[in-house]
């Protein structure tokens, strides 16, 4: 979903001066879609730089011009902003954002491997809450979808009481609070889930 992890400090500061010109030449252009692209990309280099209320600034500042910018985008940045939320433990709203770029990207067909990436990270918020607090603040998100997406959002799979998740079924398994020990990190990092966010 989105390259972050795999930067070193040097490409960090590199790509911070690209992706700042990307923007201002799309500022200038009045380019949307372009502008939005840029936010993003700076988003998810505050995220490398551990930054996370910058990243979600400018991954919300995207949100704000991406009316005219095509779903896949949505669902990249919404689910990077739920990324970053998360980064600063707001459950709330990263469960906000990710149920947004899950309900988008299953009305507009978007790639499944963008929906599941969105998915091991509502499955990490639950972890982390436990499940009872889990299930509220779900609910709670739910409620705030546009009521068009309401009923796309998949509560069936997020509600799934982890003992009943079997590898048989693929889409309950990889979408439930298990997440594989040699799975690459959702955190974003590059590492295994068992060398980073395991621990």
């Known amino acids: 979903m989105r390259v972050t992890g795999k930067r070193t400090p040097r ?36 995220i490398d730089k551990k930054n ?18 095509p779903p896949k985008d949505k669902v990249s940045v919404y689910g990077n902003a739920a990324s970053a939320a998360r980064g600063l433990d707001d459950w709330d709203k990263s469960l906000r954002y990710a149920l947004m770029a899950e309900t ?30 889990f299930k509220e603040r779900l609910s709670g998100a739910q409620e705030a979808l546009p009521e068009e997406l309401r009923p796309l959002a998949r509560m ?23 997440i594989g020990r040699n799975a690459p990190c959702p955190c974003g990092s590059g590492k295994k889930y068992k060398k980073c966010c395991e621990k």
């Open 104 to 133: 988008i990207g299953i009305q507009n067909e978007v790639h499944r491997a963008d929906i599941e990436a969105v998915r091991v990270g509502i499955a990490l918020v639950r972890k982390e809450l436990g499940f009872d607090a």
């Open 156 to 178: 069936d799979i997020h509600l799934i009481p982890e003992e009943e998740a079997t590898s048989s079924d693929p889409q309950l398994s990889s979408s439930c609070a298990r």
């Open 52 to 69: 996370y209320p910058k990243a979600l600034r400018h991954f919300e500042q995207a949100m704000d011009v991406l009316a005219a910018s």
């Open 11 to 46: 490409q960090i500061e590199r790509d911070l001066v690209r992706y700042r010109e990307d923007l201002q030449q799309a500022e200038a252009t009045r380019d949307l879609p372009k502008q939005a692209t840029a936010l993003n990309n700076l988003g998810t280099v505050f």
